[in-house]
Structure formats: C-alpha cells, structure tokens
C-alpha cells in the first residue's frame, strides 16, 4: 500500500478518503504506458457478528480492496487487477493490464474513456438527499452487534426454537480516474440483518438492509421470525395448481431482480437475447407496474456514477407496463448511436450494462390488507433456490420457504408445506392485482442489483409441486 494511505484509519470512516483515493488513482495511471488509461478502485470494510443454536459462535472483520487497470492502445485494450497497493504492485498491474492491450485483438465497438465530469466527494457521498455514508455504522463494535442480537436469542430459547444468523456492518469506497482527467469517489455504509427461526417442522425468517445499522430494528424484525416459526407449526398441505398469492417484498423482489439480469441492459437487447428485444414500446405487464432504476431513491443501496466513471441516470424502464427503455454503458451507447446512461458494470463488464437500482413503484395497500382481501391464496415470505428457465419468456423456476401460508377468507389459516413454482416474471407483473404501499430494499444477489419492492398479490400463481417440509 502507497505511503498514503498507510495511517491507521479511523473506525468511523470510510476505507478510503477522496484525497487517499485520489493520490492512490493517480500515482496507479501515473505508472501506465498506454495511450489511455483507466483505473477503478473499490474497497469494503465489513464486520459481521454471526449466531447459530441461539448462541453467537463467531465475529469477523475484513478488509478487501481491488485496483483495476484498463489499458488502452488504439482498438485494443486490456484489463488486470490486484489486491496489492504498494507502489511495486501498481506498476505491476498497469503493466500486466498494458501487455494483455497489444496481445488482443482489434475492438472496433471499443468506445473511448469517459471525458471529466464534476463528481466530488461532496455530491457524491449523499445520493437520494439521504446519507450515502453513516459514521455509526462504520464504526460498529461486536459489543454492540451482539447487544442488539442478544434479546433475540434468550426470547426464542424461552418458545422452544433456534435462531440462527448475522448481524453485519461495513463501509465501502468506489473510485473512478481516467488519464482524460475524469475522478469520481463515492463512500458508503451498508447494514444487513438476517435470522432464521425453526423448530422441528416450521421455519420462519427475515432480512433487511439499511445504510444506518440503527435503523434495522434487530429485536422487532427477529419477533417477525419468531411468530412465523410459531404459525407454522404442524404444516399442512395443498395440492400443486394456479392460487391467488400474497408475495412479500423480499419475495416479489427475487422475482423482479431477474428482470435487471435477463434482459433491461442494452447489451442483451443488442444480442436478441433479452425479453424487450423487438418489443420497445409495446405493453409486456400489467397496466399497474411502472419499474424505474433509480439510484438516487433514499431506500436504495444506490451510486451516483457507474465504473466508467459515468453519472447514473433515473431511468423508467417500464412505465404503466409499457417497454420504455433499457440501460447503456458506453460501449452499448456508441454501438446504439445514444449516451451512457451510467449503468456500466465493473470491468471488464462481460454482462454489458445492468440497473443496480429498481424501484418497482408501490399501491395504496396495507400488507395487511392484502391478505384480508384474500378469500383463498397463499401467503409466501421468500423464494430460493431460483433458476431460469428459459430467458426471454422470464420463466423462473424455484421454492417457497421460511414462511409459507394458507389464507381463508381474509386471515392467515395455518402454515403450509413449501411448494414449488414454475411462472414467467412478466407474466406475475401482468396479473398483478394489487400492490402494498411500502417498498423494501431487498439485494439480489445473482448480479447484486438492489430491488426496492411493496408486497403483490398475483392470481393464478403456478405452484408445480409440494415439498417433504
């Protein structure tokens, strides 16, 4: 590591200061040969506190950090990476990433460096006019990670169950430098609480993500866990069919996120192989859903500026469920004859461009409501174990868990054996009753794309199967 950036940091800073990631960039393409140069930093500090068997067995911090070299020589170019930063291990990288340049072929679709734009560490760090980057939760102990788990965990010893799970607090740092003089740093915090709770025959979970750890509500969310747990003793069984579903918003955002990767990135479409190739325009879901990636809405984990070093633009990708539009890095752009839209994915960007940021627009429900408006359906808390199907029809296939629930006649019945589903996403959108108000940052973690989603109820959900729990 550079002499700069060798001090001892401060709990409750970021990996990375502007001018540390500035020093660090410059002094990475001051060592670069090539006729261009671009280079990326990222580096995330993150501690996690980790319980199972109703006791916590582990705390870990780590510090990872990644320096990416683009080198550029006329139509070729090349990309090396390292985990070093001393000054040896610069030179190194630049050189690697130079000599992989003039060994590939001719790239005619290759676009030039991002020109400068205006990011600094002032705009950048507060996206959405929420904090981008929380001191406190940078500055997490395991003390206070394992006071916020502890009530959890004696409250389900005293009902018969075990919780398990991870309480995990970091920071990160995004930098962006060219030798065209672009600079962009972003700094961040990032919170995420999760707990299973099971009992021989039931299970029931929850997660949550927030930039400000205090804003999980630990002990509230692992009651929800513990309550589904408890409900769903004593599973029953309905036979595989078409019902009317309740999803909760982590459950509609495991669908939704598949979209982002299968199809809203320009590359796919200039491909054929996404679902919005040859339907710009047309009406692909339900009138109701309009999906807008949006970086800068306060529930999102969102960037302002891609690894290009580009600004992020709000972009409505699905409005009133009509096709709008679809996202570009600068390769896809100079290839469609349009403008980045700031959606460039971290080199060397084998997936094209991708929305990092969908916020599936809300209703006026209540979850509550949802389900007292149900005579007969399925409440379902999550999905796993998701895999496509086929593509461009947005088929996913996948179970139910920690959670699943028969309805009757407004109210929550009893708990109900997992099932297994085979539906088209677009298809969900498009059956779509009704929306909840409230939308809920969930990850998806296929491509890492954040889906800030409300609860659906959807008829005609396709369950193909019943599980053995």
Same mark, same amino acid.
């Given at each position: 590591?550079?002499?700069?950036?060798?001090?001892?940091?401060? =709990?409750? @800073?970021?990996?990375?200061?502007?001018?540390? *990631?500035?020093?660090? #960039? &410059?002094?990475?393409?001051?060592?670069?040969?090539?006729?261009?140069?671009?280079?990326?930093?990222?580096?995330?500090?993150?501690?996690?506190?980790?319980?199972?068997?109703?006791?916590?067995?582990?705390?870990?911090?780590?510090?990872?950090?990644?320096?990416?070299?683009?080198?550029?020589?006329?139509?070729?170019?090349?990309?090396?990476?390292?985990?070093?930063?001393?000054?040896? =291990?610069? @030179?190194?990288?630049?050189?690697?990433?130079? *000599?992989?340049?003039? #060994? &590939?072929?001719?790239?005619?679709?290759?676009?030039?460096l991002a020109p400068p734009t205006y990011l600094s560490?002032?705009?950048?760090?507060?996206?959405?006019?929420?904090?981008?980057?929380v001191p406190a939760t940078a500055a997490c102990t395991p003390e206070a990670r394992a006071a916020a788990v502890g009530p959890l965990m004696a409250a389900a010893v005293g009902r018969g169950l075990n919780a398990a799970g991870a309480l995990t607090t970091g920071s990160s740092t995004l930098a962006v430098a060219n030798t065209l003089g672009q600079f962009a740093y972003h700094p961040d915090s990032h919170a995420r609480f999760t707990c299973t709770a099971r009992s021989a025959d039931s299970s029931g979970w929850v997660d949550r993500h927030r930039r400000d750890w205090r804003a999980l509500e630990v002990e509230a969310l692992g009651e929800v866990a513990?309550?589904?747990?408890?409900?769903?003793?004593?599973?029953?069984e309905v036979p595989p069919g078409r019902y009317t579903v309740v999803l909760e918003p982590a459950a509609v955002a495991d669908l939704v996120g598949f979209l982002a990767w299968l199809g809203l990135g320009a590359q796919s479409v200039q491909e054929g192989r996404s679902f919005l190739s040859g339907r710009m325009g047309e009406r692909i879901t339900g009138a109701g859903v309009t999906l807008i990636d949006d970086a800068f809405d306060p529930r999102s984990l969102g960037r302002p500026f891609d690894h290009e070093g580009t600004p992020r633009r709000r972009m409505t990708l699905i409005e009133?469920?009509?096709?709008?539009?679809?996202?570009?890095?600068?390769?896809?752009?100079?290839?469609?004859?349009?403008?980045?839209?700031?959606?460039?994915?971290?080199?060397?960007?084998?997936?094209?461009?991708?929305p990092?940021?969908?916020?599936?627009?809300?209703?006026?429900?209540?979850?509550?409501?949802?389900?007292?408006?149900?005579?007969?359906?399925?409440?379902?808390?999550?999905?796993?174990?998701?895999?496509?199907?086929d593509a461009k029809r947005t088929l996913i296939t996948g179970m139910t868990r920690d959670g699943t629930f028969l309805i009757e006649n407004g109210r929550l019945a009893?708990?109900?054996?997992?099932?297994?589903?085979?539906?088209?996403?677009?298809?969900?959108?498009?059956r779509a009753e009704a929306m909840g108000r409230e939308g809920e940052p969930t990850v998806f973690e296929y491509v890492g794309t954040c889906v800030v989603a409300p609860a659906l109820k959807v008829r005609d959900f396709h369950?193909?199967?019943v599980t053995r729990f």
């Open positions: 590591m550079t002499a700069s950036v060798t001090a001892t940091r401060a =709990a409750e @800073r970021p990996p990375f200061t502007p001018d540390e *990631a500035r020093r660090l #960039l &410059s002094e990475a393409l001051a060592t670069s040969s090539a006729e261009q140069t671009l280079a990326v930093l990222e580096a995330r500090d993150e501690s996690l506190t980790r319980f199972a068997n109703n006791e916590i067995h582990q705390n870990v911090t780590s510090r990872v950090h990644t320096l990416t070299v683009q080198a550029v020589v006329g139509r070729r170019s090349g990309t090396a990476s390292t985990d070093r930063l001393d000054a040896g =291990a610069l @030179r190194q990288v630049a050189d690697r990433a130079l *000599a992989l340049a003039r #060994l &590939s072929p001719e790239d005619e679709g290759l676009p030039g560490a002032a705009t950048t760090a507060d996206p959405g006019g929420g904090a981008g980057f513990l309550g589904k747990a408890e409900r769903s003793r004593d599973p029953g009133g469920g009509i096709a709008r539009a679809i996202v570009h890095d600068r390769r896809t752009a100079l290839a469609a004859g349009t403008e980045s839209t700031g959606h460039a994915s971290p080199p060397p960007a084998v997936e094209g461009p991708i990092y940021n969908l916020v599936l627009a809300p209703g006026d429900r209540s979850l509550d409501e949802l389900i007292a408006s149900t005579e007969r359906g399925i409440l379902v808390t999550r999905l796993w174990y998701n895999r496509v199907v009893r708990g109900l054996r997992n099932l297994r589903f085979n539906d088209s996403v677009l298809e969900v959108l498009e369950f193909t199967g």
